[in-house]
């Protein structure tokens, strides 16, 4: 009996092969119908073997695995730089002549110190002028005050010798600003790392050959950009992990920026983190690659995406079921999700403790006999 279906099947093979069809589509059908051969042979084997002996099966040798639930994360990797928390270039506030410089290449400073001065000697002189105009209007005013108190003189001049003195005093106070703005002063502690300023050279505010480079690296700052894809599921304080190919270290941090804005260049909107410099002496522009945590699912059953097989009914994988003494291979319909890194969450299908069929499954059938 066994014989004459596995000649139809032959036949009829022969038969469809003759004819020109969807070769993916017969496949499938070839495949079905094998399945069906097969469970029909199994059912009259165990007619005839009723003691389930059936000298002349052999089992399949596969490999197999218990199905435990784990934790399923998925995440995107982008390419960004590093940079100093603190980055500031500093400018001369007017257009002057270089008089001193103190500071070089790699000069530890701290906040307020001086880096720089222009010259300033017009200003200077302008402020001894006014000096010594404030001497004279503030020695009338009080002797006016004197006689005023006194019902000595008019309220005019009382008022006029008053109003000279803070004129003086106003104007002083404004060229002592403007020579304040003649010295380039560092806004943050740091480490100078380029002075391209030079004594005898002209200063002006905004160019690039005027500016001094403070970075402070304490906390750096790691940016990249992600594509609008993504702009759902990545949000502040999700996890990543930030590598540093340069150095060989990972770093595990969270996202404390993640920008509102999308590109419209290229659509895609920045995310920022932040690490101590204790953790690794990093350099400003230095490139890092982040992993963002965008999805995870707490209770899912991971295995590797290649068990997964499908056909017409959709994916599946082979369960090993125990009968008496033997196992045999079950088909089981299986509804996936994500994929990471060779691995697949699957939602359906599947219960704790099932035994998943690893190896040997690629010639496997369904209601076939297994060992392992």
Not at 30 to 39: F, G, P
Not at 68 to 94: K, L, R, W
Not at 162 to 168: F, G, L, N
Request: some cysteine; proline content about 3%.
């Amino acid at each position: 009996m066994k014989k004459i279906i596995y000649y139809s099947a032959l036949i009829a093979l022969l038969v469809s092969c003759s004819a020109p069809t969807d070769n993916k589509a017969e496949l499938e059908k070839l495949k079905s119908q094998r399945e069906q051969l097969n469970a029909q042979i199994l059912k009259l084997e165990a007619e005839v073997n009723p003691n389930g002996v059936v000298a002349d099966v052999k089992a399949v040798s596969v490999k197999i695995t218990q199905a435990t639930e784990c934790v399923f994360n998925h995440y995107i990797q982008v390419q960004g730089t590093v940079d100093g928390d603190q980055n500031i270039a500093v400018s001369p506030q007017m257009p002057a002549i270089v008089t001193a410089v103190y500071v070089t290449e790699g000069s530890v400073v701290k906040k307020g110190q001086v880096l720089a001065e222009l010259d300033a000697l017009v200003l200077k002189q302008s402020l001894e002028e006014v000096n010594t105009q404030l001497a004279l209007a503030t020695n009338i005013y009080e002797k006016q005050n004197a006689l005023w108190q006194k019902k000595i003189g008019s309220e005019v001049q009382y008022l006029q010798a008053k109003a000279s003195k803070e004129s003086m005093e106003m104007r002083a106070n404004t060229i002592k600003e403007q020579l304040k703005m003649a010295k380039i002063v560092s806004p943050i502690s740091g480490t100078v790392e380029s002075v391209p300023l030079r004594v005898g050279q002209m200063a002006s505010p905004g160019l690039p050959t005027s500016t001094i480079r403070v970075i402070n690296m304490n906390v750096a700052k790691i940016s990249a950009d992600v594509a609008e894809t993504y702009s759902t599921r990545i949000k502040d304080g999700n996890t990543a992990l930030v590598s540093f190919p340069d150095l060989g270290k990972d770093i595990e941090t969270k996202l404390n920026f993640t920008s509102r804005f999308i590109d419209p260049t290229n659509r895609t909107f920045k995310v920022e983190c932040k690490i101590s410099s204790k953790d690794a002496e990093l350099r400003a522009n230095m490139i890092a690659y982040i992993k963002i945590k965008d999805y995870t699912n707490p209770k899912a059953f991971c295995i590797p995406v290649n068990y997964i097989q499908n056909d017409q009914d959709g994916k599946f994988i082979y369960i090993a079921k125990q009968s008496g003494n033997d196992w045999s291979a079950e088909k089981r319909i299986v509804k996936t999700g994500m994929d990471y890194d060779g691995t697949i969450e699957v939602l359906e299908g599947l219960i704790a403790g099932e035994k998943i069929v690893t190896a040997g499954f690629q010639n496997l059938n369904a209601g076939e006999k297994v060992v392992f």
